[in-house]
């Protein structure tokens, strides 16, 4: 079965922590994305990758960082810097080149910080 | 940059059609893609217009016109089950969607 997988569900931590979301994909995409979702709100691109070992900014990077060594994965840190970090996380990917319209996403990972 | 308009929430009975409109401005417009999340799941994509006019996809349709920048999904034959929020997205210069804030339909019996 082909898909994204995000890991935890649910994961908190203590303000100053820094803290990483796994992303896995299975799709054999080369494109992958990582999103912010704050409750009733949109999403916002926060890092997005087109090729191993290359990634660049989305809208709200700050306080966020990302590696991508693998195909497959596009692990998520988010440090203590970033001034508000709960929120809903979740990865996505695509086909490259004209199939990015198209994105599939993983479960998400629900990040509480206190 | 870009930005995206579209109605915060619409409520509407089982049966019924409903319209939700998107409005954008960007540069570099290739274009206009749909997708519905349910609560707490994850988004899943519905539909992309790259030309003007209307796609259908079984109850679901999705209009653009690029002179306009103004897009459209209908949801017709309404469902319990449609009850969720319709996110339009833009895709534009440097590979990578642009979301709106999403429109929540609430379907009632």
């Known amino acids: 079965d082909g898909g994204i997988t995000q890991s935890p569900k649910y994961l908190f931590r203590k303000e100053g922590q820094n803290v990483t979301l796994s992303c896995e994909q299975n799709?054999?995409?080369?494109?992958m994305y990582w999103y912010r979702q704050d409750p009733g709100q949109g999403l916002r691109l926060i890092y997005y990758?087109?090729?191993?070992?290359?990634?660049q900014k989305g809208d709200i990077a700050e306080g966020y960082s990302v590696s991508r060594e693998k195909k497959e994965s596009f692990p998520l840190t988010v440090t203590s810097a970033q001034k508000n970090p709960t929120a809903f996380y979740l990865c996505?990917?695509?086909?490259?080149?004209?199939?990015?319209?198209?994105?599939?996403f993983g479960p998400g990972t629900r990040l509480t910080v206190t | 940059g870009q930005s995206l308009e579209q109605p915060s929430e619409v409520t509407a009975v089982e049966g019924a059609i409903v319209q939700i409109n998107c409005t954008y401005q960007?540069?570099?417009?290739?274009?206009l893609s749909w997708y519905q999340q349910h609560d707490g799941g994850a988004p899943t994509f519905l539909s992309y217009?790259?030309?003007?006019g209307l796609e259908e996809t079984g109850r679901f349709s999705s209009f653009l016109s690029r002179s306009d920048s103004y897009g459209y999904l209908l949801l017709q034959e309404l469902q319990m089950k449609d009850s969720a929020s319709y996110f339009c997205?833009?895709?534009?210069?440097?590979?990578?969607?642009?979301f709106g804030g999403g429109t929540r339909v609430l379907v009632k019996p």
């Open positions: 996505a990917s695509s086909l490259q080149g004209s199939l990015i319209y198209e994105q599939y």
């Open positions: 799709l054999n995409h080369d494109a």
């Open positions: 990758s087109q090729i191993v070992n290359d990634f």
């Open positions: 960007t540069s570099g417009f290739y274009g």
């Open positions: 217009n790259a030309l003007d």
């Open positions: 997205a833009v895709e534009a210069a440097g590979n990578k969607l642009t």
